[in-house]
Every structure is written in structure tokens, then in C-alpha cells.
């Protein structure tokens, strides 16, 4: 079995990158850059998502983990304390043959422009914000008109995602076993011109939202932690992502609720 290791750069997760090194190599593990079957990651959310979208073309074989050095870390099952437990349970699996893996949804973004159709993968969410002025937009599911949208913006997120900046929007936090996607608007502006739900709301499977922002809006975009700036947008389609999802290897039971209990609640009872 082939591994590697994408840390933060901070001077924690260099140690334990060399730690694990170490360690993993007793089990006869291949260190290997280029395609590696598992991709641990070492500091925090923002580095997984950095370790997706570098091997997002290999989806289909790598299972991705983490180790959290800050001071949350929603993605990272594990400490720094045990990087020799999952180095042990790793080596074992990988010498039984057996790695254990959870799948969770992507959302697929196809960005229509004058020039073609540009096609993104996201983990977390897609967000569009208007730049010099707030973002004028007709919102389409299904290829019915739902609603003009006027405000700062607007967030697309997986159910993954959906407990990152989607919750900070009041969105709902969706369990990663579901094939969807939640869209959420960002301060929307309501008046007699431009009515909005004002609610998020969940698409299935092979439903898609297309968003059609005013003509030669400057637009900011983000897929996940990566930005771009357009003003040549003719539309975005928003979708559950099809025969895609990303894999995060299991070497211990870690339930999404208590993931989700130990991230924004504790463990700490009256």
C-alpha cells in the first residue's frame, strides 16, 4: 500500500510528519507523491481540503485521513498523542488488506462562460459573492424559476460541508450518508422587487439548481478554501456530483454525531 502525507508547514505538523514516517515504515508502507492509495493529512480542515483538491482526478482510489494540530479539526479523526496508534492500525490494515472506508457526497459546480462549460468539484461548499455591488441572481431548480435573488451572496454546500460555513448561515447540519446538496443565501435583501424563500433548502440526487447572475457582474467565487474572481459568468449548475465521492479511511469507529457533539458542543454535561 502506497501513502502520503500533506501537513500545514507549522513546525507540529512537520514533526509529526516525520513521526509517522518513522513509524509507518516498520509495516512495509511505499511513501509515493504521485498516487498514493491513502492521503494522510496533518494540521487542520483547511489542509484536507488542500489534500482533496490535489488529487481530486484520483478519487476513485484514494482514501483520505487526518491528524488535527489546531484547535478544531472536523475532518481529522486524530490527535497528535496517537500518531503511533494510527500508525499501528494503519499498517495492520494495510497488511490484511482490509481498509475500511466511509464515502460522502461532493457537489459538482459546471460554470457556463462565453468560451464553454468549466467543471469544479467541492468538499465543503461553492459560494458566490458580488464584488463592487451585491449579487443580483435568478435561481432556477430544475429548470423552473424559483426566485431573484439580491444580497451578498449565495452558499452551496454538501452535507459534509454543511457544518461548516453553511451552518454559520443557519443551514441545517446534514448527515454525510445523504446524496445532496443544501443551498443557502448569505444576508439576503427582501422588498417589494426582490422576494426570496429565505429558507435553505436541499436538492437530491439528481436534481440541479443553475443560478443566472446579472451580465458583467463582478463575481467573487470559492471552491472551498480556493478563490477566483469572473465577470463572464453566464451561469452556474449546482448538483449532487455523479459516480464521485470522496473516501475517508476508518481505522477506529468515530460517529458523525459525535463528531458533531465533540466540534461545537463537547463532552462536558450539566
Not at 489534500?51 to 478544531?72: C, N, P
Not at 490527535?79 to 490484511?96: C, F, R, Y
Not at 440541479?208 to 467565487?221: F, G, K, M, T, V
Request: charged residues 20%; contains cysteine.
Amino acid at each position: 500500500m502506497k501513502y502520503n502525507v500533506i501537513h500545514r508547514g507549522d513546525d507540529i505538523s512537520i514533526q509529526l510528519m516525520h513521526r509517522f514516517h518513522e513509524l509507518i515504515r516498520q509495516y512495509g508502507l511505499i511513501h509515493e507523491e504521485a498516487s498514493p492509495d491513502i492521503v494522510l493529512s496533518i494540521g487542520g480542515d483547511g489542509t484536507l481540503l488542500n489534500a482533496f483538491h490535489q488529487y481530486k482526478d484520483q478519487l476513485d482510489h484514494i482514501a483520505f485521513t487526518g491528524i488535527h494540530t489546531g484547535r478544531l479539526g472536523f475532518f481529522a479523526d486524530w490527535k497528535p498523542d496517537e500518531v503511533e496508534l494510527l500508525a499501528q492500525l494503519m499498517g495492520e490494515s494495510a497488511n490484511q488488506n482490509d481498509l475500511r472506508a466511509v464515502k460522502y457526497p461532493l457537489v459538482e459546480i459546471q460554470i457556463t462562460t462565453p468560451q464553454g462549460i468549466e467543471t469544479e468539484l467541492a468538499l465543503n461548499e461553492f459560494t458566490l459573492k458580488g464584488v463592487d455591488a451585491t449579487l443580483v441572481a435568478q435561481l432556477h431548480i430544475n429548470d423552473e424559476l424559483l426566485e431573484t435573488f439580491r444580497g451578498d451572496g449565495i452558499c452551496i454546500s454538501t452535507p459534509s460541508g454543511s457544518t461548516a460555513y453553511n451552518k454559520s448561515l443557519g443551514g441545517a447540519i446534514v448527515h454525510p450518508s445523504l446524496d445532496a446538496i443544501q443551498i443557502a443565501e448569505i444576508a439576503s435583501i427582501n422588498n417589494r422587487v426582490f422576494r426570496t424563500l429565505g429558507s435553505p433548502i436541499l436538492l437530491p440526487k439528481h436534481h440541479h439548481c443553475d443560478i443566472y447572475p446579472r451580465a458583467n457582474q463582478n463575481i467573487l467565487l470559492s471552491l472551498d478554501h480556493l478563490y477566483m474572481q469572473r465577470n463572464d459568468i453566464i451561469s452556474i449548475r449546482s448538483l449532487v456530483a455523479a459516480g464521485k465521492k470522496v473516501k475517508f479511511a476508518r481505522f477506529r469507529p468515530f460517529p458523525f454525531w459525535s463528531r458533531v457533539r465533540e466540534a461545537f458542543i463537547g463532552y462536558d454535561m450539566v
